[in-house]
């Protein structure tokens, strides 16, 4: 069973940036699309981003294209999220998943998940 642990969240100001870590163990991440979601107090977890296998391609939310960049290194079973030109609007909890359809931007359809890290934006 793979275990996701995620890190490098915190509080920034608006326009900062941040770079959010996820490290897998207990199995590869190779060959699994992964995701970012995020989630705020009262609101649904909502998809950021996703990654194919290998890197490739990449699948952005629409409120985060041109600010948030995601990439994996399989070598060392880590995915990332880098965030810059943060918004208020951005702050919640931030979780990877692994899944199988990079494509799919529902929460259910992702099996693993990580405990997620606090990210704050304040204005």
């Known amino acids: 069973q793979v275990q996701l642990v995620e890190s490098g969240g915190g509080l920034v100001q608006a326009g900062g940036s941040l770079r959010l870590s996820c490290a897998a163990s207990?199995?590869?991440?190779?060959?699994?699309?992964m995701a970012w979601f995020r989630q705020t107090p009262g609101k649904e977890r909502e998809f950021v981003a996703t990654?194919?296998?290998?890197?490739?391609?990449?699948n952005y939310a629409d409120f985060v294209k041109a600010r948030f960049t995601m990439s994996r290194d399989n070598a060392k079973n880590m995915v990332f999220l880098q965030m810059n030109s943060l918004k208020p609007g951005d702050t919640g909890v931030y979780y990877c998943?692994?899944?199988?359809?990079?494509?799919?931007?529902?929460?259910?359809?992702?099996?693993?998940w990580g405990q997620g890290t606090q990210v704050t934006v304040s204005s």
């Open positions: 990654t194919s296998w290998n890197g490739g391609n990449t």
């Open positions: 998943a692994h899944g199988y359809n990079m494509y799919s931007h529902r929460a259910s359809d992702w099996d693993y």
């Open positions: 207990g199995g590869t991440l190779s060959g699994y699309a």
